[in-house]
C-alpha cells in the first residue's frame, strides 16, 4: 500500500482497465482485451510470468510484470515488461512500489540480470533504480487508408498466409532467423513457448500473416497480431539462405495489403535502432517513427 494506492497480483477480470490504461500511456502498442485476460488466465509456460497492478480507489491504475526469460540460452534473466502508471497518479510512488513486487518476484524465482525498458523521460527514473540505458528500441506507424497494393511475387516465390502451413514449419523458421540485435539473443525459445505466444494468441491473424515459400521452403514470413482495427507487426523474418532477394519486404507488403483489406486502419511495429535492414524497409513502407524507448540492465542481488 502506498499513498491510497494497493499493489496486488492482477487478476483477470482487470483486462479492460488494464488495456485502457495502456492506450493511454503507450497507444502503440497492440493487446486486446481478451489476449490479455488470456494471459492472465493462462500464463506463459516455463517463465514464471506474475502480472501486478496498482489499484486507487478500486480502478486500476498501474501494470507491471515480472519473469524469466526462457528464450534465450543466458541463464538466471529476468524481465520486468511495461511498468507504466496512470499520468494523474505519478509522483506517489506506485511505481517504484511496482517495481518492488516485480524485482522481488524475480529475486524468488533466481534471476539474477534484469532488462527492463523505459521511455526516454523514464531514463532518470530508471537510473536511480539501479538500471543503466543499453538500447534504443523505435516504435513506427503506419496507416492503411488506402490500403497498401498488393505486392506482385518474382517467379519462383509463392506468397501464403500462414493459416495454410503447420506450425512447426514456421516455428522451425522463427528460430532459424532469430538474430535480431538485442541485449541478448533470443536462441532457446521452445516449441510450447512459441506455440502458446504465437501461435495460440487470441490476437493472431493467421489470413493477414503472409510466408513466402521458394522451393518447397519457408524463406520469408511476416506475422501480424490484430485488435480490432488495429494491428501489430509481430515478427518478419527471412532465413540467412534466402537474404539479400527484398523477400521481408515482399511478405511484409503482403501481410499490411491483407490486414488492410480486412479491416485493419494503422500498422505498428517496433525495431531496435541497430536493425537497419528492418528499419530500411519500413521506411520504403511508409512507417513514421512515433516513439521510442530505451531496454535498461541491473544486476540483481
Not at 533470443?186 to 513457448?193: E, G, H, Q
Not at 510466408?211 to 480490432?228: I, P, Q
Amino acid at each position: 500500500m502506498t499513498r491510497g494506492h494497493l499493489i496486488r497480483t492482477a487478476r483477470p477480470d482487470d483486462a479492460q482497465e488494464i488495456v485502457a490504461l495502456r492506450a493511454i500511456v503507450h497507444p502503440y502498442l497492440v493487446r486486446g482485451v481478451e489476449s490479455t485476460r488470456r494471459m492472465i488466465a493462462e500464463p506463459p509456460p516455463g517463465e514464471d510470468w506474475l502480472p501486478f497492478v496498482a489499484e486507487h480507489d478500486g480502478r486500476v491504475v498501474g501494470w507491471a510484470s515480472a519473469y524469466r526469460n526462457s528464450q534465450t540460452s543466458v541463464s538466471d534473466f529476468g524481465e520486468i515488461s511495461t511498468l507504466h502508471v496512470h499520468p494523474e497518479h505519478r509522483g506517489r510512488g506506485v511505481g517504484t512500489a511496482l517495481l518492488t513486487a516485480a524485482l522481488d518476484h524475480l529475486r524468488a524465482v533466481g534471476a539474477r540480470r534484469v532488462l527492463t525498458r523505459a521511455l526516454p523521460e523514464s531514463l532518470p527514473f530508471a537510473r536511480r533504480h539501479g538500471f543503466a540505458p543499453s538500447r534504443e528500441l523505435r516504435y513506427s506507424a503506419l496507416e492503411l487508408r488506402p490500403a497498401p497494393p498488393a505486392p506482385v511475387a518474382p517467379e519462383g516465390v509463392r506468397l501464403v498466409p500462414i493459416a495454410e502451413l503447420d506450425p512447426r514449419r514456421i516455428y522451425r523458421a522463427n528460430v532459424a532467423a532469430a538474430d535480431e540485435p538485442g541485449d541478448v539473443p533470443s536462441d532457446a525459445i521452445s516449441y510450447a513457448t512459441w506455440h502458446y505466444e504465437v501461435w495460440q494468441n487470441v490476437g493472431l491473424d493467421r489470413e493477414a500473416s503472409t510466408a513466402a515459400e521458394t522451393d518447397g521452403e519457408l524463406a520469408a514470413f511476416s506475422m501480424v497480431k490484430r485488435d480490432g482495427d488495429r494491428m501489430w507487426s509481430d515478427y518478419t523474418a527471412t532465413l540467412p539462405a534466402y537474404r539479400g532477394r527484398g523477400l521481408a519486404r515482399l511478405v511484409k507488403q503482403a501481410a499490411l495489403h491483407r490486414a488492410a483489406v480486412g479491416g485493419v486502419r494503422v500498422a505498428y511495429t517496433s525495431n531496435d535502432e541497430a536493425n537497419a535492414p528492418m528499419l530500411a524497409i519500413n521506411a520504403r513502407l511508409g512507417y513514421r517513427p512515433v516513439a521510442s524507448q530505451w531496454s535498461c540492465l541491473r544486476e540483481l542481488t
